[in-house]
């Protein structure tokens, strides 16, 4: 299984992490390890992932935004960057 790091920019809103991790577990990815920030206006969440799966993280990042509340999603090299 391989490790991938994502950064992730979301709207705060009830249950958008939710979905963001539902779509992580239905893609066959497990999290390693996450870290969740607000921007000074409390408007969006910055979030980093380190993940595990054996899929595609591209397939991921773009279903990822395809949720409404997601408006950045990216695959970072190194996971222990997250």
Do not use: K, W
């Amino acid at each position: 299984m391989n490790e991938v790091s994502l950064r992730l920019s979301l709207a705060i809103a009830d249950g958008a992490l939710r979905r963001v991790f539902g779509t992580v577990e239905h893609r066959g990815f497990h999290v390693l390890s996450c870290r969740v920030d607000s921007d000074a206006s409390g408007e969006q969440y910055h979030v980093r992932l380190v993940l595990r799966g054996e899929r595609e993280p591209e397939l991921l990042t773009r279903q990822l935004l395809r949720l409404h509340d997601v408006s950045e999603a990216c695959v970072h090299a190194d996971a222990a960057a997250a």
